[in-house]
């Protein structure tokens, strides 16, 4: 099944957040459909940086191809504000198109941007972003790899302007919408009222960020079709690091942990290690 025709079932699609090949396997394995590649959780694993236009296109390239060449479900990938502008866009979606995405999330986004949820953003003008994405839909080969449109005008505009803009962005024809940082769930309902019945729209789910958190059930009753909780495995890793680094600097072994760990070959287990190694075999020759 294509994510298009995901997206056209009644209930919403959860895409947990991944940061490179070895979370995107382990959340493959967890039995989700669709997987979010977020580009503020690459910040901060590669660069252990905050989110704020630090990252580059070919940096969130190179992350995407290793995890498509790991796992086989559709990955919506974070393509921040194409890296610059109209034409910058079009490499970006030819580069991303080209390492597997499924689906390119694009913003609204002065350049350098910052994370959704932080303070201090900036929107360029509406027909910029209208060039951008018109840019962006031209540059797939494939009308397979989605369009997703994110406007980040709340913040500095208001709800009136963020729903006007994402109106002008609908008329673009993109594939889906994301109206980013909406504050209550009655805001989240009057979004979903306006556009949910024309087009897929984008919840995003940040753990002390401005968005209420709901469920994905929940979310799906409001009228969302895709729910992302796209820095979620980066704080959860973060929070157990911090625990396992203080322990061994305290106790100077992993004894302590060993129960919350996996060991050698638990962890070959789920890298699938003999499978690999069986696979060699295949070609050593020896079998001829």
């Not at 909780?229 to 322990?247: E, N």
Request: net charge negative.
């Amino acid at each position: 099944m294509s994510l298009a025709q995901r997206l056209q079932q009644p209930s919403a699609l959860l895409a947990p957040g991944i940061y490179d090949a070895l979370t995107a396997l382990i959340a493959e394995q967890a039995g989700f459909e669709a997987l979010y590649l977020s580009g503020a959780s690459i910040a901060y694993t590669r660069l252990g940086r905050s989110d704020i236009g630090l990252t580059t296109a070919s940096e969130v390239a190179n992350t995407l191809a290793n995890i498509t060449d790991r796992v086989r479900i559709p990955i919506i990938v974070d393509a921040d504000t194409g890296f610059g502008n109209a034409l910058n866009m079009q490499r970006t979606v030819r580069d991303f198109e080209r390492a597997g995405a499924a689906m390119i999330q694009i913003e609204d986004q002065t350049f350098p941007k910052r994370c959704g949820h932080l303070d201090g953003k900036g929107v360029v003008p509406v027909q910029e972003m209208q060039g951008k994405i018109r840019a962006a839909l031209d540059a797939r080969r494939s009308n397979d790899t989605l369009i997703l449109a994110r406007t980040d005008a709340l913040a500095v505009e208001g709800l009136d302007a963020a729903l006007e803009r994402a109106e002008k962005y609908l008329e673009c024809g993109i594939d889906a919408l994301f109206i980013e940082a909406l504050r209550t769930p009655e805001q989240m309902k009057i979004a979903c009222d306006q556009f949910a019945h024309r087009i897929p729209l984008l919840a995003n789910m940040v753990e002390g960020g401005k968005t209420p958190i709901l469920s994905a059930t929940a979310l799906s009753d409001i009228g969302f079709k895709i729910v992302i909780f796209p820095g979620g495995t980066a704080r959860a890793v973060s929070h157990m690091l911090q625990g396992y680094y203080s322990s061994l600097r305290t106790h100077q072994t992993t004894a302590p942990w060993r129960e919350k760990m996996l060991d050698f070959d638990q962890l070959n287990e789920v890298i699938e290690t003999p499978a690999l190694l069986a696979l060699g075999k295949t070609y050593d020759g020896k079998n001829t």
